[in-house]
């Protein structure tokens, strides 16, 4: 039987310059805060019954400390590594020592945009990606782990799915 969502600790690891939003390159980044993300984000985790922590340092030794550090006292991970999505081996690492759900967000479709910025060193590793959705992406992102930590150990569709190959016709 799946866990009450209230019981679980989500962390949101917000990566370098993120500090800065509202004010750094808005029409890619868009006019919102930080502090007004994770406000959203803390009303939202309040309504699913979520315990949730944010943090946010534009040093990467201090966001290996942090994952290292939820290793054993968080069930998930939201994380916007911003520019060490696409150079820190460091995170990757520390992100693989883990074993629960991480999900990668990025506020802009990194995709469409610099071509040194469509490379994620985490993207294999990570139980979802989410990119963008601007501010909303986080939302989603807060949603999603949400359903994965409450989810039955074999999903409707899944079953279902199985079960209908179980009985094709002749």
Not at 7 to 33: A, F
Not at 47 to 58: A, P, V, Y
Request: charged share 20%; aromatic share 4%; glycine share 6%.
């Amino acid at each position: 039987m799946a866990e009450k969502v209230g019981q679980h600790k989500i962390l949101v690891i917000h990566g370098p310059n993120l500090n800065m939003l509202g004010t750094r390159e808005p029409e890619i980044y868009g006019h919102r805060t930080l502090e007004e993300i994770n406000a959203a984000l803390k009303a939202q985790a309040d309504r699913l019954g979520l315990h949730m922590e944010t943090f946010q340092s534009n040093h990467e030794g201090e966001i290996v400390d942090q994952i290292q550090q939820a290793r054993d006292s968080f069930d998930g991970i939201i994380i916007n590594p911003a520019a060490y999505t696409h150079t820190s081996i460091a995170i990757r690492d520390a992100l693989s020592l883990l074993n629960i759900p991480l999900i990668e967000i990025h506020l802009s479709n990194t995709t469409k945009r610099e071509a040194f910025r469509h490379t994620s060193l985490i993207s294999d590793i990570v139980t979802a990606r989410i990119s963008g959705f601007g501010p909303q992406g986080y939302l989603l992102a807060l949603e999603g782990l949400a359903q994965l930590l409450t989810k039955p150990e074999r999903p409707a569709l899944e079953s279902q799915a199985t079960e209908d190959s179980n009985h094709e016709k002749p």
